[in-house]
């Protein structure tokens, strides 16, 4: 009952809840203790709260988990690796949109609603975690594709309003958005003789990036104020354009590094919460229950957001 796929018929499911809770509650004739019912969360939650009983707390992990002995589900940290970076990426691009909406007092709420929604929908523990099937994949995929499409008719509406009036070109072009520029390609911009680039900095104080354009043709470049900024071009040499390796055989690889230290970390090592604090973890161990390591590689995988590292009384390593 209730596992996946399981709940697709509603009337033959109720019907078959109505005589498990029948037939469960006649043995209370046989002097059992159990009445079953239909229910809410708020009146178990009453019921918790009139038992007037001190209820544990979990502080420990849940992950890494395991549904079945030597199957960790420590996978899914990585799995699914393009549908995860896309997420991220359209969640830039519904940062960026409400900012402009604001800023640029458009008031349009309809555009930004579908891409929020598919962002929403995109959290499922099915979608980002890369453990739903590939044609489910495809959907979550789809449905930020067409979010970001209306999303671009707000950054269009705002770019025109937040334009100083002598910076105004009429008619004002439309914006377009790199979509392909993570594998070189801007279809947008790659034939065209001349083209401005927009940049927005969503934050409140000056920053320097490195952006890459994917052109074919060669450019001058100028600043917002026609001065003709200066570059410099560096010859990529042939080894870099040819490193060993580089193959495409259609069959998914796995890359893993390992580094080699003699510190002495007593099994501990300590990686960082969502970027909210770090946490110790000891290999091959869990707090709150005995641990029979099966699978001493998957079961000590953790997600980490930012850092990793060991160390013993004299030194860390850092990752």
Known sequence: MGSDFFDQNAHEDFKNLDKLIHYVNLQQENGSGINVFYSTPSCYLYVL??????????????????????????????????????????????????????????????????????????????????????????????????????????????????????????????????????????????????????????????????????????????DPIGNLVSAEYLMIPDTTKNIPGRMNDNIGKEIIIRYNTDINSEKKYYTDGNERQVLERIRDYRPTWHYIPDDPISSNYYPINSRIWIRDQDRQLTI
């Open 49 to 222: 709260s009139k038992a007037e009983k001190k209820w544990s707390t979990k502080t420990d992990d849940f992950f890494p988990y395991a549904s079945t002995p030597s199957v960790y589900w420590t996978g899914y940290y990585t799995s699914r690796s393009v549908l995860k970076r896309y997420e991220r990426y359209a969640n830039n691009i519904l940062q960026v949109t409400r900012q402009q909406n604001g800023f640029s007092q458009s008031n349009l709420r309809n555009p930004i609603f579908d891409l929020s929604e598919a962002m929403g929908l995109a959290q499922h523990h099915d979608s980002v975690s890369g453990t739903s099937k590939q044609h489910v994949a495809n959907y979550y995929a789809q449905r930020l594709s067409d979010g970001i499409d209306r999303a671009i008719e707000v950054i269009n509406d705002a770019y025109g309003k937040l334009l100083s009036k002598e910076n105004r070109t009429i008619p004002i072009p439309n914006q377009f958005l790199c979509h392909y520029s993570n594998i070189r390609a801007c279809l947008p911009i790659e034939e065209q003789k001349q083209f401005t680039l927009t940049f927005w900095n969503s934050t409140i104080h000056p920053v320097t990036i490195y952006y890459r354009v994917p052109v074919t043709r060669q450019y001058f470049i100028y």
